[in-house]
């Protein structure tokens, strides 16, 4: 989504959905937009009548002060993933949530290496949850323990499934 233009996305979701795809189709959004660029992404997405979007995508601000100033230095190309995309994950699954909840899945992805990670944006309005960065350094065991860690967490709470926990925090 770097660089584009309502222009350019309404005619790549105008072909995409002209093929007829009977599978979900899910848009990748970028944390890098305020959210009246994040909002007007999202109106397309709906007017398209697409299932969902993950929140978010790759830290692309090398200057965001979630950015260790030295591990930018030693990457000069490229962007971040993984607990650098965290809070603004967090914050646009929140601002999804309250307007567009009811008309997209959201699949909160960006930083997720705990159940608590996963519960968070479970919280502000996921109902899915993706890992990327967190499976590649923690291994394969990271979803059994996640998947432990949140029913622990949702008993905690004092609620029975997950579904009752989707945008708690929005």
């Given at each position: 989504m770097a660089g584009a233009t309502?222009?350019?996305?309404?005619?790549?979701?105008?072909?995409?959905t002209s093929l007829k795809i009977k599978k979900p189709i899910f848009v990748k959004m970028p944390i890098d937009r305020n959210e009246s660029e994040f909002g007007k992404i999202l109106d397309l997405v709906c007017e398209f009548k697409l299932q969902g979007?993950?929140?978010?995508?790759?830290?692309?601000n090398r200057q965001h002060l979630s950015l260790d100033p030295a591990e930018v230095a030693r990457f000069p190309v490229g962007n971040f993933s993984g607990r650098p995309t965290f809070d603004d994950s967090n914050r646009l699954i929140s601002f999804t949530f309250k307007r567009w909840g009811k008309k997209l899945v959201?699949?909160?992805c960006g930083g997720v290496f705990t159940a608590s990670d996963a519960y968070e944006k479970i919280l502000r309005g996921a109902s899915l949850v993706q890992l990327i960065t967190g499976l590649v350094y923690e291994g394969l065991q990271v979803v059994t323990q996640i998947n432990h860690g949140l029913v622990e967490l949702l008993q905690k709470d004092g609620l029975k499934h997950l579904s009752q926990a989707v945008g708690i925090k929005s």
């Open positions: 309502p222009k350019n996305l309404r005619e790549l979701l105008r072909a995409v979007v993950i929140v978010g995508n790759l830290q692309k959201i699949i909160g």
